[in-house]
């Protein structure tokens, strides 16, 4: 039954459903970029399955002038240039949506629905009249529908351009061509259909001075300035391009301008043990370490993160979380790696997280977790997804203080050794369980020692006897609770109005969480928030739980894994913890977390605020 | 376990050496293996060869895995650092540690069940990789440590101490050894150190991935009549194809060789490797001649022992990476953070 065509301005989804392998990514993101040149923020993700050629991939544009960022649900207009996928493509419109499509080879009625505009361009038909080249057919193509797009969307033609002048810089006889397939597509919508839509691009404000950038390259970005030297790493989805942003970044940043040689080494190791194993290496050997890797990668890993916990030896991970093992999905984004990071290893181990909720944050605490690494001598591991690690996501431009200095946490130098000052590797003498350590080859009669994971004493002489080792544990136990307040701090937010009810989310579900806070005010929900942004968690963390009758913990795993943590290392009564867990491989959405919220509260007959009211 | 001295040395222990350090200067701690473990004739040959060198033993560092063969970088060389890692995963933080700081000597102790069993792959590929480095695998053909199972060494055919024999094939170190690329490749044995000192100093001047395979009998476990890994099986079957002297510039460091003719290779740290050929036919600078020569002897149940093979200009990790002469431990935030400015420049290419 037809339905009155969707009108929105600035507020809309354009999913595109593409073949993977058919150069539709750049056509798409210049998509995405174009809107943002006209100041109207845009969140992009890219869906693709585990394989290089011929699979679906989809491309999901949101603008939003409110300026959301997280992945919203729904289709208002679907760019299906995949027959593969046209039926769940074209189901998936929302009731007034449109259909964008190639109408070269006509389309058995059948395959449309009634209650969604369908807009027919003849992409192969235009594209096979002005090419002959098959390679050039098949590309330009995609700058065609994008030349349609900005004509039914009204999207300035002159942002493309400037993004294609840009684009080709180097290469700049690509430039005439692209623009003129651009405005073939364009001339064509124009010449032969209603333009614009009811679905609008219009100028706006509201980017201001932020910037586009995937959490990996970001990532990748805070290892340079952390001072990371060394990286091993094994490739593994998502976490690959991570590494290979950081090689990028270093052959711009970190060459030797003189002799033109490298301040860094990076290794692609044979498996994720020797990745782990070359930075702990390197740890111990006194350089700045780290490792990229994804769920599968940090299970391998175990029994050397436990040696690097008990012999405090610094280094760093990156894990990009995907869902479940190498056959799960390891395409679709999880927060699923929690507990297997906290409590990576046998023995008695945790270890200390980090969580960033987007590139910028990536960026700070990417370069903040060597600091971490090396004042706390263990390792860290910083928890970001495929969500933020594989998208460009508009976020805060990033930050650095010229002032800052590299923090190299106790390390005893010659002097100090030859000064006669006591050198005990395992001796708290600060009281904060950090002992100091001294890197090989330091002096050459003092300061020396075996490492070894625990059985040895306070001065590294071995020894198999049970105080020691429970003394060592026990300083292990001190410098975790150093460890609270070296993190970063949560960050809280009050809610509308006074509330019992809480809320605490963590890492890249932040943008689903704070525009769903806005959709249950609207019904008026009040909740307070907090963002954890680390582990071991900062005191703050049981105060505001204590605080509240009733917090939800929102998550994206199926175990509730950040909850369990809280009730185990926070000593709370699971049942003040509600979960909220969404775990299907999408990103979380607002629209999922208001729902399961708002149905939470009617199981709870807690009455909104409004409704009282009223 | 018996708490033993270690075995006196017979050489002038308190001459110095050119840096004025006695053999004392070079021993660790009190060993803690089975007296007459062959192990710990390897300790004492790498104190000699480290002292005979006149290496700083501060300047070395000491990796291993796990195993009695991974516990003896505790007995020897006190002043230097040591890490006692896990199990057969020695070569990748010997590898870590290598890249950052290149200037430290890497010694990587190891054992038969740990690098030919649970670190088979790390163990390649720190070869191919050309890690400067010395690594001894310490070969007896059982997991001592774990009480006397077979490892991956041991000869099909040879007969475990309750009279088990061994059904599985194995795997010849040095051979893989050479197909992997490494620079230098010696087999010696424990109860010889006339041939395993020398090979140990050339084997650290090596600026490139130096492996060795020693065979170490184990006393506890593998010394008995059907073990091809004990010492009179070994002492009955060796075949030296060649011994050493070390030179540095016109000094002979070391003396007391057999007769034969002889042949000088120059290494890339301008240390001169005299060697003194015992089989005519062993050339140990052509890598598919010296591969085939061993496969032969060994079917012979021959254990072929000296310099086996040698390039002496290796290409190293570091040549590969193309990394900056500086250690990069040592490098300042000057010389690592890019700074304010970059993140603006950087800021502008993301709008
Ligand atoms: C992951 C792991 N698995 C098993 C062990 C038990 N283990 C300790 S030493 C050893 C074998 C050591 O054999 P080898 O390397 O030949 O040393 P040896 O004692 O013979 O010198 C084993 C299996 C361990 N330490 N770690
Ligand atoms: S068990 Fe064997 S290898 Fe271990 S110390 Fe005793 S003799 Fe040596
Ligand atoms: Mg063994």
């Known amino acids: ?143 065609i529908y994008l030349g349609a797009l900005s004509a039914l969307l009204e999207i300035e033609p002159k942002a493309i351009e400037t993004l294609l002048r840009e684009q080709y810089r180097s290469k700049d006889k690509l430039i005439a061509p692209n623009i003129e397939a651009l405005h073939l597509g364009r001339d064509w919508a124009l010449a032969n259909l209603e333009c614009p839509l009811g679905l609008r691009v219009r100028r706006a404000d509201a980017v201001g001075d932020r910037i586009f950038l995937e959490g990996n390259s970001a990532s990748a970005l805070g290892a340079v300035y952390g001072g990371a030297t060394v990286a091993a790493w094994y490739p593994i989805t998502p976490s690959s391009s991570l590494a290979e942003a950081f090689q990028s970044h270093c052959r711009r940043l970190r060459v030797d301008p003189v002799t033109k040689k490298n301040r860094f080494a990076i290794v692609q190791a044979e498996d994720e043990l020797a990745s782990i194993g070359m930075v702990i290496g390197a740890g111990w050997n006194g350089a700045r370490a780290f490792t990229a890797t994804s769920g599968p990668g940090i299970s391998l890993m175990q029994e050397f993160l436990g040696l690097a916990y008990f012999a405090e030896i610094p280094a760093v991970l990156f894990d990009v979380q995907r869902a479940g093992p190498s056959t799960g999905m390891p395409t679709r984004t999880q927060q699923c790696d929690v507990l297997a990071c906290a409590y990576a290893s046998h023995g008695d181990t945790k270890h200390v997280l ?145 509330t019992r009810l809480g809320a605490i989310f963590y890492g890249s579900t932040s943008p689903a969480m704070e525009e769903a806070l806005e959709m249950l005010a609207a019904e008026g929900i009040a909740l307070d928030t907090m963002r954890v942004r680390g582990f071991p968690f900062h005191d703050d963390v049981p105060a505001f739980i204590a605080r509240h009758d009733r917090v939800f913990v929102v998550e994206q795993n199926r175990d509730g894994q950040l909850r369990a943590l809280l009730t185990v290392e926070c000593g709370i009564d699971p049942a003040k913890l509600a979960p909220i867990l969404h775990y299907d491989g999408t990103p979380i959405t607002a629209r999922f977390i208001a729902a399961a919220i708002g149905k939470a509260l009617r199981g709870w007959n807690v009455t909104p605020l409004r409704r009282v009211a009223s | 376990m018996t708490y033993l001295n270690k075995p006196v040395l017979h050489h002038p222990k308190l001459k110095a050496n050119a840096l004025g350090l006695t053999h004392r200067d070079y021993e660790g701690k009190v060993s803690t293996l089975c007296a007459g473990c062959g192990h ?42 040591g890490f006692n890692s896990v199990h057969g995963r020695m070569p990748s933080v010997l590898t870590g540690a290598n890249l950052a700081n290149r200037e430290l000597i890497y010694l990587g102790v190891s054992g038969d069940g740990d690098s ?112 091809t890994k004990s010492f009179d099986y070994v002492r009955a079957h060796n075949e030296a194809v060649n011994t050493l002297d070390v030179m540095i510039g016109r000094e002979t ?99």
């Open chain 1, 1 to 143: 039954m037809p339905v009155k065509p969707l009108e929105r301005v600035n507020d809309f989804v354009v999913k595109f459903a593409n073949v993977n392998g058919s150069g539709s990514a750049s056509a798409n993101r210049l998509f995405a970029m174009s809107i943002l040149r006209m100041g109207v923020p845009v969140s992009p993700r890219n869906i693709f399955p585990s394989n290089i050629q011929g699979l679906p991939t989809w491309y999901e544009v949101r603008v939003s002038e409110r300026g959301w960022l997280g992945a919203r649900g729904g289709v208002d207009m679907m760019v299906a240039m995949n027959p593969q996928t046209w039926d769940k493509d074209v189901a998936s419109i929302e009731p007034g949506g449109y259909l964008f499509y190639d109408s070269t080879k006509p389309m058995p009625t059948d395959k449309f629905r009634d209650d969604i505009v369908v807009i027919g361009v003849p992409l192969t038909e235009i594209c096979n009249t002005r090419y002959s080249d098959p390679r050039q057919r098949q590309l330009f193509k995609n700058i």
């Open chain 1, 354 to 498: 980090l969580f960033p909720e987007d590139p910028r944050e990536c960026f700070e605490m990417g370069a903040q977790a060597f600091d971490l690494a090396d004042r706390l001598q263990t390792p860290v591991f910083v928890l970001l997804d495929l969500d933020i690690g594989m998208n460009e996501r508009l976020c805060k431009p990033l930050a650095w203080d010229d002032a800052k200095r590299l923090d190299r946490g106790k390390v005893m130098t010659r002097e100090q050794l030859e000064a006669g000052v006591t050198f005990g590797r395992y001796l708290d003498v600060d009281g904060d369980g950090i002992p100091f350590r001294t890197y090989p080859g330091t002096h050459p009669s003092k300061g020396s020692y075996f490492t070894r994971g625990t059985s040895r004493d306070r001065f590294a002489r071995y020894t198999e006897e049970g105080p020691a080792y429970v003394d060592n544990m026990e300083r292990l136990l001190r410098k975790h609770d150093t460890a609270k307040r070296l993190v970063p701090r949560p960050i809280e937010r009050p809610g509308p109005a006074p």
């Open chain 2, 40 to 81: 710990d004739s390897i300790s004492a040959a790498i104190i000699q060869a480290c002292w005979n060198l006149s290496l700083e033993p501060h300047r070395i560092a000491k990796l291993s895995g796990i195993g009695c063969s991974s516990k003896t970088p505790d007995y020897f060389l006190g002043p230097a650092h």
């Open chain 2, 116 to 227: 030919a069993s649970i670190g088979l792959g790390q163990f390649a590929h720190s070869l191919r990789r050309g890690v400067n480095m010395l690594y001894i695998v310490e070969n007896n053909g059982v997991y001592g440590l774990t009480k006397g199972q077979f490892s991956a060494t041991a000869d099909r055919g040879s007969a475990s101490k309750r009279g088990v024999s061994n059904s599985d094939s194995p795997i010849d170190m040095v051979s893989l050894a050479l197909q992997l690329g490494a620079t230098f490749i010696a087999r010696s044995f424990s109860g010889d150190k006339t041939q395993l000192v020398p090979l140990i100093e050339a084997a650290i001047l090596h600026k490139g991935a130096a492996f060795i395979d020693c065979i170490s009998p184990c006393i506890a476990f593998n010394n008995h009549p059907g073990s």
């Open chain 2, 253 to 351: 460091i070391t003396a007391d060789y057999a007769p034969g003719t002889t042949r000088e290779i120059v290494q890339h740290d301008g240390s001169t490797l005299r060697l003194h050929k015992l089989a005519d036919d062993y050339d140990p600078t052509d890598r598919t001649a010296a591969a085939d020569y061993l496969q032969r002897r060994h079917a012979k149940g021959e254990v072929v022992t000296g310099l086996l093979y040698l390039d002496p200009a290796p290409r190293d990790l570091h040549a590969g990476l193309d990394t900056v002469e500086t250690p990069l431990n040592r490098l300042g935030d000057a010389e690592l953070i890019p700074g304010a400015k970059a993140i603006e420049r950087i800021n502008a290419a993301l709008r």
